[in-house]
Nanobody
Framework: VQLQASGGGLVQPGGSLRLSCASSGFTVDDYAIAWFRQAPGKEREGVACTTSSRGSTYYADSVKGRFTISRDNAIATVYLQMNSLKPEDTAVYYC?????????????????WGQGTLVTVSS
């Protein structure tokens, strides 16, 4: 299983970025892909999750209304659209996958992880 995260960068407060997570190396139909982030000096936290079969989505309270997770099953890619970015959104963002038909933002439930992409929100 491989996950490739991309799309990070430097953006001003109030700006937007879209992260991509391209997945490969598996044929399971039921899975969930989530985005996590880890800010300097803080623990990694779940941000958003989507499930492949049911299309369910889950968000951390801190990003609800600002971030949107979506997926393109045809190309096995999950996106994280981040709007109204704040300095506190600065972190390394990781995507991760778990096999099964339910989603969660619990880090320990995820089996495979991508390499991370840095998002910096600063003026």
């Amino acid at each position: 299983v491989q996950l490739q995260a991309s799309g990070g960068g430097l953006v001003q407060p109030g700006g937007s970025l879209r992260l991509s997570c391209a997945s490969s190396g598996f044929t399971v139909d039921d899975y969930a892909i989530a985005w996590f982030r880890q800010a300097p000096g803080k623990e990694r936290e779940g941000v958003a999750c989507t499930t492949s079969s049911r299309g369910s989505t889950y968000y951390a309270d801190s990003v609800k209304g600002r971030f949107t997770i979506s997926r393109d099953n045809a190309i096995a890619t999950v996106y994280l659209q981040m709007n109204s970015l704040k300095p506190e959104d600065t972190a390394v963002y990781y995507c991760a996958i778990r096999f099964g038909n339910w989603g969660t933002l619990l880090e320990s439930e995820y089996d495979h992880w991508g390499q991370g992409t840095l998002v910096t929100v600063s003026s």
